[in-house]
Protein backbone atom coordinates (compact mmCIF):
# COMPACT_ATOMS: atom_id res chain seq x y z
CA UNK A 1 0.00 0.00 0.00
CA UNK A 2 2.73 2.47 1.08
CA UNK A 3 4.92 1.25 -1.99
CA UNK A 4 1.79 1.81 -4.37
CA UNK A 5 1.70 5.62 -2.53
CA UNK A 6 5.78 6.46 -2.93
CA UNK A 7 4.78 5.63 -6.36
CA UNK A 8 2.18 8.22 -7.28
CA UNK A 9 4.07 10.62 -5.20
CA UNK A 10 7.20 9.81 -7.46
CA UNK A 11 5.24 9.82 -10.57
CA UNK A 12 3.74 13.56 -10.01
CA UNK A 13 6.82 14.73 -8.96
CA UNK A 14 8.39 13.09 -12.21
CA UNK A 15 5.83 14.82 -14.32
CA UNK A 16 6.24 17.85 -12.85
CA UNK A 17 9.69 18.23 -13.55
CA UNK A 18 9.16 17.52 -16.80
CA UNK A 19 6.62 20.13 -17.15
CA UNK A 20 9.43 22.62 -15.47
CA UNK A 21 12.21 21.34 -18.08
CA UNK A 22 9.75 22.26 -21.16
CA UNK A 23 9.30 25.57 -19.73
CA UNK A 24 12.43 26.11 -19.23
CA UNK A 25 13.07 24.78 -22.82
CA UNK A 26 10.38 27.20 -24.12
CA UNK A 27 12.46 29.84 -22.14
CA UNK A 28 15.71 29.61 -23.99
CA UNK A 29 13.46 30.02 -27.50
CA UNK A 30 11.23 32.57 -26.54
CA UNK A 31 13.01 35.25 -28.82
CA UNK A 32 14.81 33.26 -31.41
CA UNK A 33 11.81 30.43 -31.82
CA UNK A 34 8.59 31.74 -30.63
CA UNK A 35 6.49 29.79 -32.48
CA UNK A 36 8.13 26.30 -31.24
CA UNK A 37 7.69 27.91 -27.31
CA UNK A 38 3.80 28.17 -28.02
CA UNK A 39 3.72 24.34 -28.77
CA UNK A 40 5.34 23.73 -25.56
CA UNK A 41 3.59 26.06 -23.70
CA UNK A 42 0.27 24.63 -25.29
CA UNK A 43 1.54 21.11 -24.50
CA UNK A 44 2.31 22.12 -19.94
CA UNK A 45 -1.72 24.23 -20.38
CA UNK A 46 -2.89 20.72 -21.93
CA UNK A 47 -1.64 17.55 -19.61
CA UNK A 48 -0.08 19.80 -15.78
CA UNK A 49 -2.31 20.20 -13.33
CA UNK A 50 -0.28 21.92 -11.33
CA UNK A 51 -1.00 25.72 -10.83
CA UNK A 52 1.63 27.38 -11.21
CA UNK A 53 3.08 25.55 -14.17
CA UNK A 54 0.60 26.56 -15.69
CA UNK A 55 0.25 30.55 -14.76
CA UNK A 56 3.85 30.31 -15.51
CA UNK A 57 2.69 28.74 -19.29
CA UNK A 58 0.38 31.09 -19.94
CA UNK A 59 2.99 34.16 -19.54
CA UNK A 60 5.28 32.35 -21.14
CA UNK A 61 2.96 32.11 -24.05
CA UNK A 62 1.67 35.59 -23.73
CA UNK A 63 4.97 36.69 -24.62
CA UNK A 64 6.21 34.44 -27.12
CA UNK A 65 2.78 36.14 -28.78
CA UNK A 66 4.38 39.31 -28.26
CA UNK A 67 7.35 38.45 -29.85
CA UNK A 68 5.07 37.50 -32.70
CA UNK A 69 3.36 40.31 -32.85
CA UNK A 70 -0.01 38.71 -32.05
CA UNK A 71 -1.39 40.84 -29.23
CA UNK A 72 -4.40 39.99 -29.25
CA UNK A 73 -3.51 36.01 -28.05
CA UNK A 74 -1.07 38.25 -26.24
CA UNK A 75 -3.66 39.85 -23.81
CA UNK A 76 -5.86 36.87 -23.74
CA UNK A 77 -2.46 34.77 -22.03
CA UNK A 78 -2.01 37.56 -20.19
CA UNK A 79 -5.44 37.51 -18.56
CA UNK A 80 -6.11 33.83 -17.87
CA UNK A 81 -1.90 34.15 -16.03
CA UNK A 82 -3.62 36.91 -14.23
CA UNK A 83 -6.95 34.77 -13.03
CA UNK A 84 -5.02 31.72 -12.24
CA UNK A 85 -2.68 33.69 -10.10
CA UNK A 86 -5.21 35.70 -8.59
CA UNK A 87 -7.36 32.93 -7.70
CA UNK A 88 -4.42 30.82 -5.95
CA UNK A 89 -3.24 33.96 -4.31
CA UNK A 90 -0.30 33.71 -5.99
CA UNK A 91 1.45 37.11 -5.06
CA UNK A 92 4.99 36.59 -6.80
CA UNK A 93 3.34 35.34 -10.23
CA UNK A 94 0.66 38.51 -10.10
CA UNK A 95 3.53 41.06 -9.44
CA UNK A 96 5.67 39.93 -12.48
CA UNK A 97 2.29 39.36 -14.76
CA UNK A 98 1.46 42.98 -13.68
CA UNK A 99 4.26 44.13 -15.11
CA UNK A 100 4.38 42.59 -18.41
CA UNK A 101 0.41 43.60 -18.41
CA UNK A 102 2.22 47.70 -17.69
CA UNK A 103 3.93 47.16 -20.69
CA UNK A 104 1.03 45.53 -22.67
CA UNK A 105 -1.68 48.16 -22.06
CA UNK A 106 0.82 50.82 -23.17
CA UNK A 107 1.53 49.36 -26.49
CA UNK A 108 -2.39 48.89 -26.72
CA UNK A 109 -2.51 52.84 -26.29
CA UNK A 110 -4.21 52.14 -23.03
CA UNK A 111 -2.00 54.71 -20.71
CA UNK A 112 -4.14 55.40 -17.93
CA UNK A 113 -5.13 51.53 -17.64
CA UNK A 114 -1.11 50.79 -16.95
CA UNK A 115 -0.68 54.09 -14.86
CA UNK A 116 -3.80 52.33 -12.51
CA UNK A 117 -1.94 49.21 -12.81
CA UNK A 118 1.13 50.26 -11.03
CA UNK A 119 -1.34 51.35 -8.02
CA UNK A 120 -2.89 47.89 -8.51
CA UNK A 121 0.63 46.25 -8.27
CA UNK A 122 0.94 48.01 -4.71
CA UNK A 123 -2.56 47.38 -3.19
CA UNK A 124 -2.02 43.62 -4.48
CA UNK A 125 1.29 43.02 -2.47
CA UNK A 126 0.11 44.38 0.90
CA UNK A 127 1.60 43.58 4.05
CA UNK A 128 2.51 40.18 1.45
CA UNK A 129 6.03 38.45 2.39
CA UNK A 130 7.36 38.26 -1.51
CA UNK A 131 10.90 38.57 -2.31
CA UNK A 132 11.01 40.84 -5.06
CA UNK A 133 8.01 42.94 -3.98
CA UNK A 134 9.89 46.09 -3.68
CA UNK A 135 11.84 45.79 -6.79
CA UNK A 136 8.84 45.08 -8.80
CA UNK A 137 7.06 47.47 -7.81
CA UNK A 138 10.01 50.13 -7.79
CA UNK A 139 10.69 48.76 -11.80
CA UNK A 140 7.05 49.69 -12.29
CA UNK A 141 7.62 53.36 -11.08
CA UNK A 142 10.20 53.83 -13.50
CA UNK A 143 8.29 52.25 -16.50
CA UNK A 144 5.01 54.56 -15.86
CA UNK A 145 7.43 57.97 -15.21
CA UNK A 146 9.28 57.09 -18.08
CA UNK A 147 6.04 56.44 -20.32
CA UNK A 148 4.47 59.65 -19.29
CA UNK A 149 7.65 61.27 -20.39
CA UNK A 150 7.52 59.58 -23.64
CA UNK A 151 3.97 60.46 -24.01
CA UNK A 152 4.69 64.63 -23.89
CA UNK A 153 8.04 64.04 -26.11
CA UNK A 154 10.33 64.51 -23.28
CA UNK A 155 12.42 61.73 -24.65
CA UNK A 156 15.57 62.75 -23.24
CA UNK A 157 14.29 63.13 -19.76
CA UNK A 158 12.61 59.24 -20.32
CA UNK A 159 15.79 57.43 -21.03
CA UNK A 160 16.86 57.94 -17.01
CA UNK A 161 14.25 55.96 -16.09
CA UNK A 162 14.07 53.45 -18.55
CA UNK A 163 17.61 52.78 -17.56
CA UNK A 164 16.46 53.07 -14.02
CA UNK A 165 14.23 50.16 -14.18
CA UNK A 166 16.25 47.78 -16.46
CA UNK A 167 19.17 48.12 -13.87
CA UNK A 168 16.24 46.80 -10.96
CA UNK A 169 14.97 44.40 -13.10
CA UNK A 170 18.57 42.81 -13.60
CA UNK A 171 18.06 41.58 -10.12
CA UNK A 172 15.56 39.56 -10.59
CA UNK A 173 16.51 36.17 -11.66
CA UNK A 174 15.12 35.47 -15.00
CA UNK A 175 13.17 38.78 -15.67
CA UNK A 176 11.57 39.34 -18.61
CA UNK A 177 10.63 42.02 -18.06
CA UNK A 178 13.86 43.42 -18.98
CA UNK A 179 14.11 42.58 -22.32
CA UNK A 180 10.05 44.45 -22.90
CA UNK A 181 12.10 47.50 -21.14
CA UNK A 182 14.82 47.43 -23.28
CA UNK A 183 12.40 47.74 -26.28
CA UNK A 184 11.50 51.12 -24.88
CA UNK A 185 15.20 52.05 -24.83
CA UNK A 186 15.82 51.30 -28.08
CA UNK A 187 12.95 53.25 -29.67
CA UNK A 188 13.00 55.97 -27.61
CA UNK A 189 17.08 56.34 -27.68
CA UNK A 190 16.65 57.89 -31.40
CA UNK A 191 14.43 60.53 -30.25
CA UNK A 192 16.42 61.70 -27.45
CA UNK A 193 19.76 62.05 -29.05
CA UNK A 194 21.43 63.29 -31.93
CA UNK A 195 21.98 60.78 -35.12
CA UNK A 196 25.63 60.03 -34.57
CA UNK A 197 25.24 59.02 -30.62
CA UNK A 198 22.32 57.20 -31.47
CA UNK A 199 23.77 54.89 -33.95
CA UNK A 200 26.70 54.17 -32.03
CA UNK A 201 24.89 52.97 -28.86
CA UNK A 202 22.70 50.99 -30.90
CA UNK A 203 26.38 49.07 -33.03
CA UNK A 204 27.15 48.64 -29.13
CA UNK A 205 23.82 46.99 -28.38
CA UNK A 206 23.95 45.17 -31.10
CA UNK A 207 27.23 43.97 -30.19
CA UNK A 208 26.07 42.79 -26.72
CA UNK A 209 23.08 40.87 -28.30
CA UNK A 210 25.09 39.05 -30.69
CA UNK A 211 27.67 37.64 -27.84
CA UNK A 212 25.11 36.40 -25.31
CA UNK A 213 22.01 33.99 -26.11
CA UNK A 214 21.00 35.10 -29.43
CA UNK A 215 17.79 36.99 -29.43
CA UNK A 216 16.47 38.09 -32.41
CA UNK A 217 13.87 39.90 -31.43
CA UNK A 218 16.11 42.90 -29.96
CA UNK A 219 18.09 42.40 -32.65
CA UNK A 220 14.94 42.76 -35.25
CA UNK A 221 13.96 45.93 -33.08
CA UNK A 222 17.79 47.25 -33.49
CA UNK A 223 18.61 47.11 -36.96
CA UNK A 224 15.01 48.48 -37.68
CA UNK A 225 16.24 51.89 -35.26
CA UNK A 226 19.73 51.49 -36.85
CA UNK A 227 18.03 51.34 -40.71
CA UNK A 228 16.26 54.71 -39.61
CA UNK A 229 19.22 56.51 -38.25
CA UNK A 230 21.14 55.36 -41.60
CA UNK A 231 18.42 57.37 -43.30
CA UNK A 232 18.15 60.50 -41.54
CA UNK A 233 22.07 60.39 -42.19
CA UNK A 234 20.79 60.06 -46.21
CA UNK A 235 23.36 56.65 -46.37
CA UNK A 236 20.68 55.24 -47.75
CA UNK A 237 22.76 52.21 -49.44
CA UNK A 238 23.46 51.01 -45.68
CA UNK A 239 19.70 51.70 -44.64
CA UNK A 240 18.77 48.97 -46.94
CA UNK A 241 20.95 46.27 -45.84
CA UNK A 242 20.12 46.68 -42.22
CA UNK A 243 16.31 46.99 -43.35
CA UNK A 244 16.27 43.97 -45.31
CA UNK A 245 18.40 41.95 -42.60
CA UNK A 246 15.43 43.08 -39.56
CA UNK A 247 13.14 42.02 -42.53
CA UNK A 248 14.39 38.42 -42.65
CA UNK A 249 13.84 38.35 -39.02
CA UNK A 250 10.71 40.02 -38.60
CA UNK A 251 9.28 36.98 -41.07
CA UNK A 252 11.01 34.33 -38.98
CA UNK A 253 9.24 35.53 -35.87
CA UNK A 254 6.22 36.27 -37.64
CA UNK A 255 5.78 39.57 -36.27
CA UNK A 256 3.52 41.70 -38.43
CA UNK A 257 3.58 44.64 -36.64
CA UNK A 258 7.38 44.90 -36.68
CA UNK A 259 7.34 43.58 -40.60
CA UNK A 260 4.86 46.63 -41.54
CA UNK A 261 7.46 49.21 -39.17
CA UNK A 262 10.13 47.58 -41.19
CA UNK A 263 8.30 48.16 -44.71
CA UNK A 264 6.98 50.66 -44.57
CA UNK A 265 10.68 52.67 -43.68
CA UNK A 266 12.56 50.68 -46.95
CA UNK A 267 9.69 51.65 -49.05
CA UNK A 268 10.98 55.43 -48.09
CA UNK A 269 14.67 54.52 -48.52
CA UNK A 270 13.38 53.49 -51.74
CA UNK A 271 12.04 56.25 -52.75
CA UNK A 272 15.00 58.57 -51.49
CA UNK A 273 17.11 56.11 -53.81
CA UNK A 274 15.39 56.80 -57.00
CA UNK A 275 13.43 53.37 -57.45
CA UNK A 276 9.82 54.06 -57.44
CA UNK A 277 9.61 50.76 -58.58
CA UNK A 278 9.70 49.18 -55.14
CA UNK A 279 8.36 52.20 -53.98
CA UNK A 280 4.92 51.23 -54.86
CA UNK A 281 5.69 47.64 -54.44
CA UNK A 282 6.68 47.39 -51.00
CA UNK A 283 3.77 50.50 -50.41
CA UNK A 284 1.29 48.02 -51.67
CA UNK A 285 2.26 44.96 -49.44
CA UNK A 286 2.60 47.25 -46.28
CA UNK A 287 -0.94 48.41 -46.80
CA UNK A 288 -2.71 44.69 -46.71
CA UNK A 289 -0.61 44.18 -43.38
CA UNK A 290 -1.82 47.69 -41.89
CA UNK A 291 -5.30 46.26 -42.10
CA UNK A 292 -4.86 42.75 -40.10
CA UNK A 293 -2.32 44.94 -37.47
CA UNK A 294 -5.26 47.41 -36.66
CA UNK A 295 -7.45 44.61 -36.59
CA UNK A 296 -5.62 42.61 -33.87
CA UNK A 297 -5.29 45.65 -32.22
CA UNK A 298 -8.38 46.36 -31.63
CA UNK A 299 -8.91 42.74 -31.16
CA UNK A 300 -6.65 42.93 -28.27
CA UNK A 301 -8.35 45.88 -26.80
CA UNK A 302 -12.02 44.47 -26.77
CA UNK A 303 -10.51 41.36 -25.02
CA UNK A 304 -8.97 43.76 -22.18
CA UNK A 305 -12.23 45.36 -21.95
CA UNK A 306 -14.23 42.14 -21.82
CA UNK A 307 -11.92 40.83 -19.16
CA UNK A 308 -12.53 44.00 -17.48
CA UNK A 309 -16.19 43.99 -17.39
CA UNK A 310 -16.74 40.22 -16.58
CA UNK A 311 -14.20 40.35 -13.90
CA UNK A 312 -15.74 43.19 -11.85
CA UNK A 313 -19.17 41.79 -12.49
CA UNK A 314 -18.23 38.74 -10.92
CA UNK A 315 -16.46 39.97 -7.85
CA UNK A 316 -19.02 42.42 -7.23
CA UNK A 317 -21.88 39.52 -5.86
CA UNK A 318 -18.57 37.64 -3.61
CA UNK A 319 -17.56 41.49 -2.17
CA UNK A 320 -19.60 41.48 0.93
CA UNK A 321 -17.70 38.09 1.73
CA UNK A 322 -14.35 39.38 0.59
CA UNK A 323 -11.52 41.15 2.97
CA UNK A 324 -11.05 44.54 3.37
CA UNK A 325 -8.10 44.23 0.91
CA UNK A 326 -9.97 42.95 -1.55
CA UNK A 327 -12.26 45.60 -1.66
CA UNK A 328 -9.89 48.46 -2.01
CA UNK A 329 -8.51 46.60 -5.40
CA UNK A 330 -12.15 46.72 -6.65
CA UNK A 331 -13.08 50.04 -5.74
CA UNK A 332 -10.00 50.80 -7.43
CA UNK A 333 -10.76 49.55 -10.68
CA UNK A 334 -14.16 50.70 -10.66
CA UNK A 335 -12.85 53.73 -9.66
CA UNK A 336 -10.51 53.55 -13.00
CA UNK A 337 -13.31 52.90 -15.31
CA UNK A 338 -15.09 55.77 -14.25
CA UNK A 339 -12.28 58.53 -13.99
CA UNK A 340 -11.14 57.35 -17.58
CA UNK A 341 -14.47 58.09 -18.62
CA UNK A 342 -15.06 61.26 -17.00
CA UNK A 343 -11.51 62.14 -17.79
CA UNK A 344 -12.15 61.14 -21.80
CA UNK A 345 -14.82 62.89 -22.28
CA UNK A 346 -13.85 66.37 -20.48
CA UNK A 347 -10.59 66.05 -22.32
CA UNK A 348 -12.57 65.41 -26.43
CA UNK A 349 -15.58 67.85 -25.40
CA UNK A 350 -12.66 70.90 -25.02
CA UNK A 351 -11.47 69.71 -28.57
CA UNK A 352 -14.81 68.83 -30.28
CA UNK A 353 -14.11 71.70 -32.64
CA UNK A 354 -10.57 70.65 -33.47
CA UNK A 355 -11.92 67.26 -33.98
CA UNK A 356 -14.83 68.47 -36.16
CA UNK A 357 -12.22 70.46 -38.62
CA UNK A 358 -10.13 67.39 -38.77
CA UNK A 359 -13.15 65.21 -39.90
CA UNK A 360 -13.93 68.49 -42.04
CA UNK A 361 -10.64 68.35 -43.78
CA UNK A 362 -10.85 64.91 -44.67
CA UNK A 363 -14.23 64.53 -46.10
CA UNK A 364 -13.42 67.37 -47.93
CA UNK A 365 -10.94 66.01 -49.43
CA UNK A 366 -12.64 62.60 -50.19
CA UNK A 367 -15.49 64.54 -51.66
CA UNK A 368 -12.76 66.39 -53.94
CA UNK A 369 -11.50 62.81 -54.84
CA UNK A 370 -15.14 61.61 -55.57
CA UNK A 371 -15.35 64.79 -57.88
CA UNK A 372 -12.02 64.32 -59.56
CA UNK A 373 -13.03 60.82 -60.59
CA UNK A 374 -16.40 61.81 -61.68
CA UNK A 375 -14.93 64.55 -63.97
CA UNK A 376 -12.32 62.53 -64.95
CA UNK A 377 -15.34 59.96 -66.87
CA UNK A 378 -16.46 62.63 -68.96
CA UNK A 379 -14.20 65.50 -68.41
CA UNK A 380 -12.08 67.20 -71.04
CA UNK A 381 -15.03 66.35 -73.47
CA UNK A 382 -17.20 69.01 -71.24
CA UNK A 383 -16.50 72.83 -72.08
CA UNK A 384 -13.34 72.98 -71.11
CA UNK A 385 -12.22 76.34 -73.16
CA UNK A 386 -15.12 77.55 -72.05
CA UNK A 387 -13.66 81.16 -70.61
CA UNK A 388 -10.10 80.46 -71.46
CA UNK A 389 -7.94 81.66 -74.53
CA UNK A 390 -6.17 78.92 -74.97
CA UNK A 391 -5.74 75.91 -77.45
CA UNK A 392 -8.06 72.81 -76.32
CA UNK A 393 -5.38 70.43 -77.24
CA UNK A 394 -2.73 72.61 -74.99
CA UNK A 395 -5.32 72.89 -72.54
CA UNK A 396 -6.28 69.13 -72.47
CA UNK A 397 -2.46 68.35 -72.54
CA UNK A 398 -1.72 70.66 -69.62
CA UNK A 399 -4.75 68.84 -67.44
CA UNK A 400 -2.69 65.72 -68.21
CA UNK A 401 0.61 66.61 -67.27
CA UNK A 402 -1.22 68.23 -63.66
CA UNK A 403 -2.38 64.89 -63.03
CA UNK A 404 1.23 63.41 -63.79
CA UNK A 405 2.91 66.50 -61.37
CA UNK A 406 0.58 65.69 -58.45
CA UNK A 407 1.23 61.74 -58.51
CA UNK A 408 4.65 62.50 -57.92
CA UNK A 409 6.64 64.37 -55.87
CA UNK A 410 8.03 67.03 -57.57
CA UNK A 411 5.83 69.53 -55.95
CA UNK A 412 7.99 69.10 -52.77
CA UNK A 413 11.43 71.09 -54.41
CA UNK A 414 12.04 74.33 -52.60
CA UNK A 415 12.81 76.13 -55.61
CA UNK A 416 9.27 74.93 -57.40
CA UNK A 417 8.15 78.09 -59.21
CA UNK A 418 5.38 78.98 -62.00
CA UNK A 419 8.02 79.88 -64.23
CA UNK A 420 9.80 76.30 -63.62
CA UNK A 421 6.93 74.18 -63.79
CA UNK A 422 5.96 75.55 -66.85
CA UNK A 423 9.50 75.43 -68.74
CA UNK A 424 8.69 71.74 -67.03
CA UNK A 425 5.56 71.66 -69.44
CA UNK A 426 6.67 73.24 -72.22
CA UNK A 427 4.38 76.05 -72.09
CA UNK A 428 4.10 79.51 -70.89
CA UNK A 429 3.21 80.98 -67.34
CA UNK A 430 0.00 82.53 -68.36
CA UNK A 431 -1.04 79.47 -70.26
CA UNK A 432 -0.64 77.24 -66.92
CA UNK A 433 -1.87 79.85 -64.52
CA UNK A 434 -4.73 80.32 -66.51
CA UNK A 435 -5.74 76.21 -66.54
CA UNK A 436 -4.64 75.82 -62.56
CA UNK A 437 -6.89 78.58 -61.88
CA UNK A 438 -9.80 77.41 -64.35
CA UNK A 439 -9.59 73.59 -63.51
CA UNK A 440 -8.07 73.55 -59.77
CA UNK A 441 -9.91 76.82 -58.72
CA UNK A 442 -7.41 77.99 -56.88
CA UNK A 443 -3.98 80.36 -57.82
CA UNK A 444 -0.69 78.17 -58.11
CA UNK A 445 0.78 79.24 -55.08
CA UNK A 446 -2.67 77.96 -52.88
CA UNK A 447 -2.48 74.86 -55.25
CA UNK A 448 1.03 73.99 -54.77
CA UNK A 449 1.08 74.47 -50.77
CA UNK A 450 -2.00 72.28 -50.74
CA UNK A 451 -0.34 69.68 -52.43
CA UNK A 452 2.21 69.44 -49.97
CA UNK A 453 -0.16 69.84 -47.02
CA UNK A 454 -2.03 66.53 -48.25
CA UNK A 455 1.32 64.68 -48.85
CA UNK A 456 2.91 65.30 -45.37
CA UNK A 457 -0.55 64.54 -43.96
CA UNK A 458 -0.10 61.29 -45.82
CA UNK A 459 2.84 60.51 -44.34
CA UNK A 460 1.65 61.48 -40.74
CA UNK A 461 -1.43 59.36 -41.75
CA UNK A 462 -0.22 55.83 -42.97
CA UNK A 463 4.02 56.25 -41.15
CA UNK A 464 3.93 56.41 -37.34
CA UNK A 465 7.38 57.27 -37.55
CA UNK A 466 6.26 60.84 -39.21
CA UNK A 467 4.30 61.13 -35.92
CA UNK A 468 7.32 61.70 -34.02
CA UNK A 469 8.90 63.94 -36.42
CA UNK A 470 9.41 67.84 -35.33
CA UNK A 471 7.35 70.24 -37.37
CA UNK A 472 10.54 72.13 -38.59
CA UNK A 473 11.10 68.04 -40.44
CA UNK A 474 8.00 67.86 -42.04
CA UNK A 475 8.02 71.49 -42.90
CA UNK A 476 11.57 70.52 -44.77
CA UNK A 477 10.40 67.32 -46.04
CA UNK A 478 6.79 68.72 -47.61
CA UNK A 479 8.82 71.44 -49.40
CA UNK A 480 8.52 74.69 -47.32
CA UNK A 481 11.68 77.02 -46.68
CA UNK A 482 10.31 77.65 -42.77
CA UNK A 483 8.47 76.19 -39.72
CA UNK A 484 6.18 78.88 -39.62
CA UNK A 485 5.12 79.42 -42.89
CA UNK A 486 4.48 75.51 -43.00
CA UNK A 487 2.22 76.31 -39.74
CA UNK A 488 0.78 78.85 -41.33
CA UNK A 489 -0.28 76.71 -44.74
CA UNK A 490 -1.25 74.10 -42.81
CA UNK A 491 -3.64 75.62 -40.64
CA UNK A 492 -5.31 77.55 -43.90
CA UNK A 493 -5.69 73.92 -45.35
CA UNK A 494 -6.58 72.09 -42.47
CA UNK A 495 -8.29 74.41 -39.83
CA UNK A 496 -6.32 73.42 -37.09
CA UNK A 497 -2.21 73.78 -36.19
CA UNK A 498 -0.01 71.17 -37.35
CA UNK A 499 0.66 70.13 -33.72
CA UNK A 500 -2.91 69.86 -32.77
CA UNK A 501 -3.63 67.71 -35.89
CA UNK A 502 -0.95 65.13 -35.07
CA UNK A 503 -2.59 65.12 -31.64
CA UNK A 504 -5.57 64.03 -32.90
CA UNK A 505 -3.98 61.42 -35.39
CA UNK A 506 -1.58 60.00 -32.61
CA UNK A 507 -4.95 59.64 -30.23
CA UNK A 508 -6.97 58.62 -33.20
CA UNK A 509 -7.10 55.17 -32.33
CA UNK A 510 -7.28 55.62 -28.25
CA UNK A 511 -10.47 57.35 -28.92
CA UNK A 512 -11.96 54.19 -30.89
CA UNK A 513 -10.98 52.71 -28.15
CA UNK A 514 -12.07 54.23 -25.57
CA UNK A 515 -15.10 54.78 -27.22
CA UNK A 516 -16.08 51.06 -25.31
CA UNK A 517 -15.17 52.80 -21.99
CA UNK A 518 -18.27 54.86 -22.69
CA UNK A 519 -20.47 52.30 -23.68
CA UNK A 520 -20.19 50.33 -20.46
CA UNK A 521 -19.65 53.17 -17.91
CA UNK A 522 -23.28 54.91 -19.17
Given at each position: MYGLLFFCATSVAQKNNDFSEMLLEASSVLYSQPQQAIKITEHVLKNSENTNQKIKAYLLEARAYYVSGDYNLTALNTLEAKKLAEASEDFEMQMEINIFGIHMLNLLGLDLAAEKYV????????????????????????????????????????????????????????????????????????????????????????????????????????????????????????????????????????????????????????????????????????????????????????????????????????????????????????????????????RYRARIKQYEDFIRYFENRQKATVEKDLSQNDSIKKEVTKSLNIPKETEELLIQKLEQFENSTNFTKKDMSLAQLASQFDTNTKYLSEVINSHKGKNFNSYINELRINYIIDKLKFNKKYLQYKISYLAEESGFSSHSSFATVFKSVTGISPTVFIDILKSKKLVSKSSKIYEHAE
Open positions: EFTQLIIGDNNISNKTLYYSAAEEILKANKRIELQQFSDAIPHITTAIEILKKIPNSYAEVETQVTLIETYSKAYNKDSTQAFLKTFKNKIEKKTPNEFLKMIVLNQLGEVYFMKKQYPNAQLVFDEALLIAEHLSNKPYRFRILENKAINSMAMGDTENFYSLKKVSAELSKEVETNEESAVNSVFNYTNANHTAKRDEVYNTQNRIKTILGSALLLLVLTWLGLRV
